[in-house]
């Protein structure tokens, strides 16, 4: 104690200065530590712009993905699986050996929903309900599910859609630890919300690593997936193979997995051949559920809803959304989220549920277009 | 130094008090499940509350959940805070520190005896939650007659053989452990900055309470991976097929990187300060 009577300099003692010291390498260490996500994040990226980006399906993968979604959609009944991914951030696990062999886990707090694809068939496992599904055969309409939105998935869907879309280049960007060569795509059709795809890739397979969908008056992405974590190498088949069924889990074998593929299977509809100027695409064989119309990013679908599942959609639209002006007898409501715009259409006979990344205004066309067509 | 805080530990009823309580949560709730049977819906309630009632095995799992988001972390920030700053104000740190003791051991045996209350308390809470787990939820009988817990569901699906639950059992077990040595860590600074126990344990919790607010809150998604409470429950990533190792990883990370801190701080406002009472 008796250093600390010792002066040194004007009023600091020994032991004020020791204490400094022992505060400023703590100081240090911390401001180190913290230092070290920044440094990560600011590396320098060199990465050479691509013309063209080779998207290759047979690229095998593995990694961790995380979309988020801006949209902000009410939780609509036996859609939740939808709307969930598009309105809130998702984790994803997923393994890839080829467009047959695949596997996406959606990972929740203390839950699971996997899907697995092999060869013979699709295999969803829900953990929650303690459920294991085989889905047998093709499924000609079935409703979008988060497994669409890992970034290779919703890049293929979306350069499938994007015929004579401008596109040009974007800046390299650091994504999952891999220098990643960007493009830009802006959809030429004046109806769609989309105001531009940005998207990065690996430029040595050619996988798209990240996704970021702009609506139209947005600054900035409305919908982003992006790897977190990615590994170019096979997976093994012991991770591709689904659980076995057993005591204890229940065990179910369908061809029509979601709402979708169960009204397609049991009633026909007739939609008309084309809506407020957009002709109907052709059909898919076994597709009669649904039908989309209009072409690219300014496609639209329309599907029929059967009457007690069509009553509690529109109540559940009208609820949130707003009302649309329609030709006598029917209603219609309108939700929009800016990217993704839902329309519910009812008249005594039938609800039509509309859904796509189409300007609001399209839709009320569509609505009396609809109301009418039934008339 | 350090044999005589964990004598200290051990030898005061609170401890047996604290590890009682921590064990009896689990079994209320075991007990409700088991006579009425009602699980909580998918995804809501606690994790693998909704599979105990078929996979009684999976309890301690469950048991963790229930314990970890709020007992837990307030036993161990109750204990930290009155590491330091409780002896102050019983006026027995003065004496402490005149034996002839180094106040940065003094330091480190009070945060290894908080890691061995820990490793009490949660094994105390393993066992008994096995123990009722088998006993309410049912385990099936080998042919030997020797009661086997039944093969467990991983959150994958795949069944999870009696080891391989065992060795995840203690991947958990050693996660929490580093969860809770960053709450610790929390607490202790702060016992070393107050002489009030209470003020400390009530700091190291507005910490908690405050990261797990924004942990919830999109907005604040910037800051999310620096929050002490972020990977807390990374543990339940042991139970999926494969081991999701990414935020287990993360979460020691971001615990360690807590504990160098603010251990280091407590030791930069400990070593110099003055001890009156």
Known sequence: ?375 | MIRVELAKLFRRPRTYVIAGLLCALPLIVAIFLATTRIPPPPGQGGAFLSAVLSNGALYPAAAMALVLPVFLPVSVAVLAGDAVAGEASAGTLRYLLVRPVGRSRLLVAKLISLVVFVLFAISAVLVTSYLTGITLFGASTSSAGVALPPDVTSLSGVTISPAGLVLRLLGTVAYIVISMVGVAAIALFLSTVTDSALGAAMGALAVLVTSQVLVTLDAAQAIRPYLPTRYWLAWIDFFREPVLWRDIERGAGIQLVYLVVLLGAAWANFLTKDVAN
């Open chain 1, 1 to 375: 104690m008796t250093v600390a009577l010792l002066h040194v300099g004007t009023g600091r003692t020994v032991v004020t200065a020791q204490g400094l010291r022992r505060w400023a390498l703590v100081l240090g260490v911390a401001l180190l530590l913290a230092a070290i996500p920044v440094a990560i994040n600011l590396w320098p990226v060199h990465a050479k712009a691509l013309d063209r980006i080779s998207f290759s399906s047979s690229q095998p993968y593995s990694g961790y993905v995380q979309s988020a979604g801006l949209l902000g959609l009410p939780a609509l009944p036996n859609l939740t699986q939808v709307t969930a991914p598009l309105s809130g951030t998702t984790e994803m696990r997923t393994w890839y050996a080829s467009p047959r062999s695949w596997r996406v886990d959606v990972l929740g707090e203390g839950t699971e929903r996997d899907l697995y694809q092999t060869p013979e068939a699709q295999y969803s496992w829900d953990f929650g309900d303690n459920q294991l599904i085989r889905i047998e055969g093709d499924q000609p309409v079935r409703l979008p599910r988060a497994a669409d939105l890992t970034p290779p998935e919703l890049v293929r869907w979306l350069l499938s859609a994007a015929e004579g879309d401008k596109v040009t280049g974007l800046a390299a960007k650091r994504v999952a630890g891999v220098d990643a060569p960007g493009l830009r795509l802006t959809p030429a059709s004046p109806d769609t919300t989309v105001a531009h795809v940005d998207i990065w890739a690996d430029p040595r397979h050619g996988l798209p690593l990240q996704a970021e969908i702009t609506a139209k008056g947005g600054t900035r992405p409305v919908f982003v997936t992006r790897f977190l974590e990615i590994h170019f190498a096979a997976p093994g088949a012991a991770v591709l193979t689904p659980p076995a069924p057993r005591a204890g889990i229940g065990y179910t074998v369908t061809e029509a997995p979601d709402i979708l593929g169960v009204i397609n299977r049991r009633r026909p509809v007739s939609l008309p051949s084309s809506l407020a100027g957009y002709p109907r695409r052709d059909a898919v064989r076994g597709l009669s559920a649904a039908g989309v119309y209009g072409t690219g990013l300014s496609s639209f679908v329309v599907t029929a809803l059967p009457g007690r599942f069509g009553a509690a959609a529109f109540g559940q639209i009208s609820t949130y959304g707003q009302d649309v002006p329609a030709p006598s007898g029917s209603q219609a409501a309108l939700i929009a989220t800016g990217l993704l715009n839902l329309l519910v259409v009812r008249d005594p006979g039938r609800t039509y549920l509309v859904a796509g990344p189409v300007a609001p205004t399209l839709l009320e066309r569509v609505a009396t277009a609809l109301a009418e067509a039934q008339t």
